[in-house]
């Protein structure tokens, strides 16, 4: 259903392949004069049709509810299943807008995947929230996550911070909603968002996996000769050793195997182009930072990290592997933004006690933001499947 552009809310009962909220919008000489009632607690609130009242009354009732929520929920601790075990579902560039049939659509594909999937977390990375009035979007975003009963993490984009609120503010609004495991880490480097996700075994709370977070920045002024994107901070950098040394020297001297994830990509996205097999689309240039900041080198040196999981380039969904480290694109999961190549998911597998990941993709729906485009893909499936390292071994092998 289309929004038009005198209209008045009105609550409805859709099914939630069509309507997160339950609300819809409908033109004004459909709904005449009639008020309406939510029901809540088997009592009737009568409102009326006036615009600003509705939308001030559904969000305090939402920012209630989530303040109740926060008081009595632990955060959850991520384990590694009985099956050794643990799933990681990576949504992209959702840009979810507060109030909008588009994003409406994109959580239907995340509602659809955690159904399906079952994960044991949920990780967005960046351009999480485009929305001017963010508070609200973010709230909102918040509640449908809350809805899943799943953990979920962010990390911030280069548009995220584009809105009504900061980095800090963004992190202060989520940190305390149920399920929700995003930190906002050390003050002390640059960025908001830096922190370390720590994955139990199945059968003690001894760490076993990590998960890396990290702050990709923005965009540059146009005035400035540095190119288009900030890079990752050197004080980012040194966090990223001192916390994977500390790991390694509290595992007797051996790295764990470890994920990262921020959103814009980093320059060696460009390198695996050119050397080796990649698998997945790329369909659009790789728009990274012009500058260094030598992230990949640290990893590579501290050995820990398997893969790095990053979005931005909404055109791309491709995985290869250099030097061992294997760099990947998730798959846009917004049809508020550009892109034609589908919407959807990735799905991460990690293996207990093993340096050994799968990994792949998943398409829900066709999309073109330009035209409009948006429809149930009929080819719902494992696409471009690779198991890390294994899978790369043998293009190695096939090469020499």
């Known amino acids: 259903?289309?929004?038009?552009?005198?209209?008045?809310?009105?609550?409805?009962?859709?099914?939630?392949?069509?309507?997160?909220?339950?609300?819809?919008?409908?033109?004004?000489?459909?709904?005449?004069?009639?008020p309406?009632?939510?029901?809540?607690?088997?009592?009737?609130?009568?409102?009326?049709?006036?615009?600003?009242?509705?939308?001030?009354?559904?969000?305090?009732?939402?920012?209630?509810?989530?303040?109740?929520s926060t008081g009595k929920t632990s955060k959850p601790v991520l384990k590694f299943n009985p099956d050794g075990k643990f799933k990681i579902v990576q949504f992209t560039d959702v840009h979810f807008k507060y109030d909008s049939y588009r994003s409406d659509s994109a959580m239907v594909i995340v509602k659809k995947v955690v159904a399906s999937e079952k994960p044991d977390l949920v990780i967005f990375t960046g351009d999480v929230v485009c929305s001017e009035d963010t508070r609200k979007a973010w709230l909102s975003f918040s509640e449908t996550m809350?809805?899943?009963?799943?953990?979920?993490?962010?990390?911030?984009?280069?548009?995220?911070?584009?809105?009504?609120?900061?980095?800090?503010?963004?992190?202060?609004?989520?940190?305390?909603?149920?399920?929700c495991i995003t930190e906002n880490g050390p003050k002390d480097i640059a960025g908001n968002g830096?922190?370390?996700l720590k994955i139990q075994s199945s059968k003690s709370s001894k760490t076993e996996a990590l998960l890396y977070c990290l702050d990709s920045h923005s965009s540059f002024k146009p005035q400035t000769n540095l190119g288009t994107y900030e890079w990752i901070a050197f004080s980012q950098v040194d966090w990223y050793r001192e916390e994977s040394r500390s790991f390694t020297k509290r595992n007797g001297g051996i790295p764990l195997p470890a994920l990262a994830f921020f959103h814009i990509p980093l320059p060696e996205y460009k390198e695996v182009l050119g050397n080796g097999k990649t698998?997945?689309?790329?369909?659009?240039?790789i728009c990274s930072p012009e500058m260094n900041s030598g992230l990949?080198?640290?990893?590579?040196?501290?050995?820990?990290?398997?893969?790095?999981?990053v979005g931005h380039d909404h055109n791309n969904n491709y995985i290869g592997c250099l030097r061992n480290i294997c760099l990947a694109y998730g798959n846009c999961s917004g049809r508020q933004c550009y892109g034609k190549i589908g919407r959807g998911a990735r799905v991460i597998e990690l293996y207990e006690g093993q340096r050994k990941f799968d990994t792949w993709i998943l398409k829900l729906y066709e999309c073109n933001r330009d035209k409009d485009i948006w429809?149930?893909?009929?080819?719902?499936?494992?696409?471009?499947?690779i198991s890390y390292p294994d899978t790369f071994r043998e293009e190695q092998k096939r090469a020499l």
């Open 1 to 34: 259903m289309k929004h038009e552009k005198d209209t008045d809310l009105y609550i409805c009962n859709i099914p939630d392949d069509y309507c997160i909220s339950g609300i819809f919008r409908k033109t004004t000489n459909q709904l005449k004069s009639r």
């Open 36 to 68: 309406f009632g939510i029901k809540m607690n088997n009592s009737i609130i009568i409102i009326s049709k006036m615009k600003k009242l509705i939308t001030l009354v559904l969000a305090l009732i939402t920012v209630s509810i989530l303040s109740f």
């Open 146 to 179: 809350t809805g899943l009963k799943t953990p979920w993490a962010i990390v911030l984009g280069n548009h995220d911070i584009e809105g009504d609120l900061t980095g800090i503010q963004i992190m202060e609004t989520i940190v305390k909603m149920p399920y």
């Open 194 to 196: 830096n922190y370390v």
């Open 279 to 285: 698998i997945g689309i790329q369909e659009e240039t």
């Open 296 to 309: 990949y080198t640290a990893m590579l040196e501290s050995g820990d990290v398997m893969g790095m999981f």
């Open 375 to 385: 429809f149930p893909a009929n080819d719902y499936g494992k696409k471009f499947f």
